[in-house]
């Protein structure tokens, strides 16, 4: 049974900088996409940022050159780097999986694991 545990969530100021984690254990194929995800109460959730298995990575246009997707392999853990915040990032981030699939997605329709969600507030 694959699981997905984010963590690294917090409240910060705008202008600052917060680094999500998702611990991955169960997993069995070396095939996968991976993504992060957000959502705001009343809001459809969105894919922000996501990454194969090869390291190829895609973003959505709002957190192009802020955020930074990354993983390590040897520890089973996707990460979210996430520089020069703003309020409207103020959101419920949530980690995802695909397995056997590498294709670049950012719908949630094209995952099937789910993390339970780590909350990210901005202030001005």
């Known amino acids: 049974q694959v699981q997905l545990v984010e963590s690294g969530g917090g409240s910060v100021q705008a202008g600052g900088s917060l680094r999500l984690s998702c611990e991955v254990s169960g997993a069995k194929h070396s095939t996968y996409r991976m993504a992060w995800f957000r959502q705001t109460p009343g809001k459809e959730r969105e894919g922000i940022a996501t990454?194969?298995?090869?390291?190829?990575?895609n973003y959505v246009d709002s957190v192009k050159g802020r955020f930074t997707i990354s993983k390590d392999s040897a520890k089973n853990t996707l990460y979210l780097q996430m520089n020069s915040l703003k309020p409207e990032d103020t959101a419920m981030y949530y980690c995802?999986?695909?397995?056997?699939?590498?294709?670049?997605?950012?719908?949630?329709?094209?995952?099937?694991?789910w993390g339970q969600g780590t909350q990210v507030t901005v202030s001005s």
């Open positions: 990454i194969n298995s090869y390291g190829n990575t």
């Open positions: 995802a999986a695909k397995w056997g699939y590498y294709g670049l997605r950012l719908s949630r329709y094209d995952y099937t694991d």
